[in-house]
């Protein structure tokens, strides 16, 4: 039997059956020449460059260079070549249909672990999702949960190819400051920022260097009066997840849209010394951009929420993104949810269509979420030693009839081919049943 199943094993591995839904080729040395590359680097744009790619990183880019023998070359003469584009706010290879629970791992409504759950355990690599939104440039996404609760799990950065998704697991935790979370704290936005100042304080009194001073303190005790002090806390799954954004190491992601929710977030910001926060929503962001400027604060826009849907958001304008970045802010983008994450750079150039530059809108779609995410040492710009991830478009990535020609994540390129695409072509030729013909 083992015999059968190793030819099985050996036969769909040769058809490419077992190369994961992407299709994605192996490794190997590539040139992509000819193309106008934004770097989104200090190299800047080079006209007619040549982007050689090597076990998956890149080697240089070069104006004009010249290809070495045994390199793959892809033509990119005409076309434009840009990093691959990372979403910063999605619930990709987590749900299909939201509202089917058996493919449903994005949202959680009851358990004794909340903040704590880890959204890798939950990833799918086969989702259809992530070749819906890989086929429109995107190669890498934040990825993690929605609840009821304030706190909602820890997220992670994913690229979107192969079966090992994860690029940074506890990238993130979301908080939900919103009026429709604080319906589940009491009904009042009192009971809500009291809860997450209860929280942050609960985790602070237990980060690691203060149970140590805890120690000495409670031995030294102990000697000195021949007495049994009491012993620190352990932190529990849920406060110890928080150590992370107590520490600096972990963006916390603030969901609010309302000015006076975005300037309580800050101040919670100061009050606990927190290093790296995101406000995501932020439909009014645009009214305290000085201030998210002063706070060293990034957030992430849904371009098209321009209409007062919600009393926190009367102060809603296609003109957030404009106003943010001439400001000062990083501002980032996302779609719509489920499949509509891929439409990002629609969204970005919507922005670009209301004021903001050209250079700020891509920046926000590779650069600032690699600075703010965690993971600016290996993506977010074409340079020497940087992975792979490329995308070779057929006009301007910003404008809504422009694709991809060729997408490489890690060097791997992968297929152009999604549930998506497999309708449109099921049913671009429409063949009329023979009893509805005339």
Same mark, same amino acid.
């Given at each position: 039997?083992?015999?059968?199943?190793?030819?099985?094993?050996?036969?769909?591995?040769?058809?490419?059956?077992?190369?994961?839904?992407?299709?994605?080729?192996?490794?190997?040395?590539?040139?992509?020449?000819?193309?106008?590359?934004?770097?989104?680097?200090?190299?800047?744009?080079?006209?007619?460059?040549?982007?050689?790619?090597?076990?998956?990183?890149?080697?240089?880019?070069?104006?004009?260079?010249?290809?070495?023998?045994?390199?793959?070359?892809?033509?990119?003469?005409?076309?434009?070549?840009?990093?691959?584009?990372?979403?910063?706010?999605?619930?990709?290879?987590?749900?299909?249909?939201?509202?089917?629970?058996?493919?449903?791992?994005?949202?959680?409504?009851?358990?004794?672990?909340?903040?704590?759950?880890?959204?890798?355990?939950?990833?799918?690599?086969?989702?259809?999702?992530?070749?819906?939104?890989?086929?429109?440039?995107?190669?890498?996404?934040?990825?993690?949960?929605?609840?009821?609760?304030?706190?909602?799990?820890?997220?992670?950065?994913?690229?979107?190819?192969?079966?090992? +998704?994860?690029s940074r697991s %506890?990238?993130?935790? =979301? !908080?939900?400051?919103? *009026?429709?979370?604080?319906?589940? &704290? $009491?009904?009042?936005?009192?009971?809500?920022?009291?809860?997450?100042?209860?929280?942050?304080?609960?985790?602070?009194?237990?980060?690691?260097?203060?149970?140590?001073?805890?120690?000495?303190?409670?031995?030294?005790?102990?000697?000195?009066?021949?007495?049994?002090?009491?012993?620190?806390?352990?932190?529990?799954?849920?406060?110890?997840?928080?150590?992370?954004?107590?520490?600096?190491?972990?963006?916390?992601?603030?969901?609010?849209?309302?000015?006076?929710?975005?300037l309580r977030a800050?101040?919670?910001?100061?009050?606990?010394?927190?290093?790296?926060?995101?406000?995501?929503?932020?439909?009014?962001?645009?009214?305290?951009?000085?201030?998210?400027?002063?706070?060293?604060?990034?957030?992430?826009?849904?371009?098209?929420?321009?209409?007062?849907?919600?009393?926190?958001? +009367?102060?809603?304008?296609? %003109?957030?993104?404009? =106003? !943010?970045?001439?400001? *000062?802010?990083?501002?980032?983008? &996302? $779609?719509?949810?489920?499949?509509?994450?891929?439409?990002?750079?629609?969204?970005?150039?919507?922005?670009?269509?209301?004021?903001?530059?050209?250079?700020?809108?891509?920046?926000?779609?590779?650069?600032?979420?690699?600075?703010?995410?965690?993971?600016?040492?290996?993506?977010?710009?074409?340079?020497?030693?940087?992975?792979?991830?490329?995308?070779?478009?057929?006009g301007d990535p910003?404008?809504?009839?422009?694709?991809?020609?060729?997408?490489?994540?890690?060097?791997?390129?992968?297929?152009?081919?999604?549930?998506?695409?497999?309708?449109?072509?099921?049913?671009?030729?429409?063949?009329?049943?023979?009893?509805?013909?005339?």
């Amino acid at each position: 039997m083992k015999l059968v199943k190793s030819i099985v094993a050996a036969t769909l591995a040769v058809s490419g059956i077992l190369a994961g839904p992407a299709g994605s080729l192996s490794a190997e040395d590539i040139a992509v020449v000819g193309g106008k590359t934004h770097t989104m680097g200090s190299d800047g744009i080079v006209e007619n460059a040549t982007v050689l790619i090597k076990d998956g990183k890149i080697v240089s880019v070069t104006a004009g260079g010249a290809v070495p023998e045994g390199y793959r070359v892809i033509d990119a003469k005409g076309k434009i070549v840009t990093p691959g584009l990372m979403n910063p706010a999605t619930t990709l290879g987590l749900n299909y249909v939201p509202s089917w629970a058996d493919n449903n791992d994005a949202s959680f409504s009851k358990g004794k672990i909340t903040t704590g759950l880890d959204v890798t355990w939950a990833l799918n690599p086969d989702n259809v999702r992530i070749p819906i939104a890989r086929v429109e440039g995107l190669t890498r996404a934040v990825t993690g949960f929605t609840s009821a609760y304030p706190f909602s799990g820890q997220g992670a950065v994913i690229h979107l190819n192969g079966d090992d +998704l994860v690029s940074r697991s %506890k990238a993130y935790i =979301r !908080l939900n400051v919103t *009026g429709r979370t604080a319906g589940s &704290t $009491g009904g009042s936005r009192a009971a809500l920022w009291q809860t997450v100042v209860d929280t942050l304080s609960k985790a602070q009194k237990s980060l690691p260097k203060e149970e140590m001073k805890a120690d000495k303190k409670r031995k030294k005790k102990k000697k000195k009066k021949g007495a049994k002090a009491a012993a620190p806390k352990k932190a529990d799954a849920n406060t110890k997840a928080l150590h992370g954004v107590l520490k600096g190491e972990t963006t916390l992601v603030v969901q609010a849209h309302e000015k006076h929710d975005i300037l309580r977030a800050l101040k919670i910001k100061k009050m606990f010394d927190l290093k790296k926060m995101v406000i995501y929503g932020a439909s009014e962001a645009w009214r305290v951009a000085d201030q998210l400027v002063k706070a060293d604060v990034s957030v992430v826009i849904r371009v098209h929420d321009n209409l007062p849907s919600s009393f926190e958001r +009367l102060g809603a304008t296609l %003109k957030n993104g404009a =106003r !943010l970045s001439k400001a *000062g802010v990083k501002v980032m983008f &996302t $779609g719509n949810g489920g499949d509509n994450f891929r439409l990002m750079p629609q969204h970005a150039g919507n922005a670009v269509a209301n004021g903001m530059s050209w250079e700020e809108a891509m920046k926000g779609m590779t650069v600032y979420p690699a600075e703010v995410y965690g993971i600016s040492d290996r993506y977010g710009t074409l340079s020497a030693g940087m992975d792979a991830d490329v995308v070779v478009w057929n006009g301007d990535p910003l404008e809504v009839m422009t694709s991809p020609d060729a997408i490489l994540i890690r060097g791997e390129q992968v297929s152009l081919t999604s549930r998506q695409t497999k309708l449109r072509d099921r049913y671009k030729e429409l063949v009329a049943n023979p009893a509805y013909r005339k």
